[in-house]
T-cell receptor
Framework: NAGVTQTPKFQVLKTGQSMTLQCAQD?????MYWYRQDPGMGLRLIYY???????DKGEVPNGYNVSRLNKREFSLRLESAAPSQTSVYFC????????????FGQGTRLTVV | QKEVEQNSGPLSVPEGAIASLNCTYS??????FFWYRQYSGKSPELIMF????GDKEDGRFTAQLNKASQYVSLLIRDSQPSDSATYLC????????????FGAGTRLAVHP
């Protein structure tokens, strides 16, 4: 039972490079999320997708784009990476609504030099 | 103002004591809250969920929700060194209820 799978686990980028973080869930969840985590900042919501075909901005969307490819997959793209985007990125999913638990992937540690 | 606020700590308690973690929220209409635990280098995992006023107990953990005062707390009884982790409070705002907004997290250290 895989749950939420993120790739890659680690990545080093040079400033200005682009990359896409992949996330897939096998729990038939409707909602998917991308967070970043910096020391002392908790989890900050970048973008989320309440259901297949919809995406919405979270707390810190600047510099990112997302695609909800299908019900299973939700990708996060950095078009022109900046050192300020050095962080740990988590993908999460849940059925949706107010009372359902979110399940997290194992995280991607991204360093932009 | 962030929608969910937590004191980032660290909170240090001796083994066997009660650890009290607190969270306040700004959206008066918020209905439900989650407490996640995150060990260093790992992903968050759910430990408690509460949606009604009052207390909810699960083993050594008790979640408390006070909607009038807009705070939610987590009590850990008989704290163990294995409880040392960061505890994150999260809730969906009323508008945009499919969002899930986290606080900054409180780092708990339980010392023998």
């Amino acid at each position: 039972n895989a749950g939420v799978t993120q790739t890659p686990k680690f990545q080093v980028l040079k400033t200005g490079q682009s990359m896409t973080l992949q996330c897939a869930q096998d729990m038939n969840h409707n909602s998917m999320y991308w967070y970043r985590q910096d020391p002392g900042m908790g989890l900050r919501l970048i973008y989320y997708s309440a259901s297949e075909g919809t995406t919405d901005k979270g707390e810190v969307p600047n510099g990112y784009n997302v695609s909800r490819l299908n019900k299973r997959e939700f990708s996060l793209r950095l078009e022109s990476a900046a050192p300020s985007q050095t962080s740990v990125y988590f993908c999460a999913s849940r059925f949706g609504g107010t009372n359902t638990e979110a399940f997290f992937g194992q995280g991607t540690r991204l360093t932009v030099v | 103002q962030k929608e969910v606020e937590q004191n980032s700590g660290p909170l240090s308690v001796p083994e066997g004591a009660i650890a009290s973690l607190n969270c306040t929220y700004s959206d008066r209409g918020s209905q439900s809250f989650f407490w996640y635990r995150q060990y260093s280098g790992k992903s968050p995992e759910l430990i408690m969920f509460i949606y009604s006023n009052g207390d909810k107990e699960d083993g050594r953990f008790t979640a408390q929700l006070n909607k009038a005062s807009q705070y939610v707390s987590l009590l850990i009884r008989d704290s163990q060194p294995s409880d040392s982790a960061t505890y994150l409070c999260a809730g969906p705002p009323v508008l945009g209820y499919n969002k899930l907004i986290f606080g900054a997290g409180t780092r708990l250290a339980v010392h023998p």
